[in-house]
């Protein structure tokens, strides 16, 4: 039995959604999931999305209820912060002040354009397109200001209507630099479902990434759904765990107020 774990996931309080914690914790304990990270939205800009929705006091509060009601799910406390490069000082602080577990940075946006939008792609080919969303993921793992990237080639979201299925080819150079990196600073690479059910259809990163990661000596892997509604919470993580053990991933990672501890992958 493997050793579930869903280190992404969103409430309502992340503002871009529609599951309540305690549907989110069901859905989670229905799929076998061990160790529940919730990782909301969280960016102090005003007029953002997510801008006043997070607060600690009630989650707490909530997280600790909810514990009592599903002792077999470990819940833990997360965040998923955009990576801007010129707010480094207060996201950092941020890290080192709130009592977090697990701290993820996310590429949602590059050179202030939306990766997810139409603009970021304009006029520019794949090869432009592409490079310049992994330069600034290159740039968020170097600032060594959290545990992992979220969804590592999340390019690919919408890309892959563009251009057809990710390659990773013409980015392995930058992309190696990028695990080497993590593998440097010990960092933990997200394996995200998300991917599956949207367009692209394979996970975040690709399993050609996550082959390149392991061939480079990278072992230290974590699970996310970046669930948003129930049916998404740890929909495939047993085709994916199993990917995983074929790849040569022993162990799977797990945090504790940002300590990170690695756990056998096919339970303890
Ligand atoms: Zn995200
Ligand atoms: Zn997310």
Request: proline share 4%.
């Given at each position: 039995?493997?050793?579930?774990?869903?280190?992404?996931?969103?409430?309502?309080?992340?503002?871009?959604n529609s599951?309540?914690?305690?549907?989110?914790?069901?859905?989670?304990?229905?799929?076998?999931?061990?160790?529940?990270?919730?990782t909301e939205?969280?960016?102090?800009?005003?007029?953002?999305?997510?801008?006043?929705?997070?607060?600690?006091?009630?989650?707490?509060?909530?997280?600790k209820e909810?514990?009592?009601?599903?002792?077999?799910?470990?819940?833990?406390?997360?965040?998923?912060?955009?990576?801007?490069?010129?707010?480094?000082?207060?996201?950092?602080?941020?890290?080192?002040?709130?009592?977090?577990?697990?701290?993820?940075?996310?590429?949602?946006?590059?050179?202030?354009?939306?990766?997810?939008?139409?603009?970021?792609?304009?006029?520019?080919?794949?090869?432009?397109?592409?490079?310049?969303?992994?330069?600034?993921?290159?740039?968020?793992?170097?600032?060594?200001?959290?545990?992992?990237?979220?969804?590592?080639?999340?390019?690919?979201?919408?890309?892959?209507?563009?251009?057809?299925?990710?390659?990773?080819?013409?980015?392995?150079?930058?992309?190696?630099?990028?695990?080497?990196?993590?593998?440097?600073?010990?960092?933990?690479?997200?394996?995200?479902?998300?991917?599956?059910?949207?367009?692209?259809?394979?996970?975040?990163?690709?399993?050609?990434?996550?082959?390149?990661?392991?061939?480079?000596?990278?072992?230290?892997?974590?699970?996310?759904?970046?669930?948003?509604?129930?049916?998404?919470?740890?929909?495939?993580?047993?085709?994916?765990?199993?990917?995983?053990?074929?790849?040569?991933?022993?162990?799977?990672?797990?945090?504790?107020?940002?300590?990170?501890?690695?756990?056998?992958?096919?339970?303890?």
């Amino acid at each position: 039995m493997y050793y579930y774990v869903d280190y992404h996931c969103h409430t309502l309080m992340s503002g871009d959604n529609s599951q309540t914690m305690e549907e989110l914790l069901g859905s989670a304990a229905d799929r076998g999931v061990r160790e529940l990270c919730i990782t909301e939205h969280f960016n102090f800009m005003p007029g953002t999305y997510c801008f006043g929705r997070f607060s600690f006091c009630e989650h707490d509060k909530k997280r600790k209820e909810l514990a009592r009601l599903w002792p077999g799910t470990k819940i833990l406390l997360g965040l998923e912060m955009d990576y801007m490069p010129e707010f480094m000082p207060i996201i950092r602080q941020l890290g080192r002040d709130l009592p977090l577990d697990y701290y993820i940075g996310s590429c949602h946006m590059s050179n202030g354009r939306h990766v997810f939008g139409d603009d970021f792609f304009e006029g520019r080919s794949m090869e432009e397109a592409y490079r310049e969303y992994f330069l600034t993921v290159s740039a968020c793992v170097r600032q060594r200001a959290f545990d992992t990237v979220a969804h590592f080639d999340w390019v690919k979201r919408k890309g892959c209507e563009l251009y057809g299925p990710f390659d990773m080819a013409p980015f392995r150079d930058i992309i190696a630099e990028i695990l080497r990196d993590m593998i440097d600073l010990d960092m933990t690479m997200e394996v995200s479902e998300a991917g599956l059910r949207h367009p692209p259809a394979e996970t975040y990163p690709s399993f050609d990434i996550l082959r390149l990661y392991r061939d480079l000596g990278g072992e230290n892997v974590t699970y996310a759904s970046d669930s948003h509604n129930p049916k998404q919470t740890s929909a495939h993580n047993g085709e994916v765990y199993g990917a995983l053990e074929q790849m040569g991933f022993r162990w799977i990672t797990v945090f504790e107020k940002r300590e990170k501890k690695h756990i056998p992958i096919s339970g303890a």
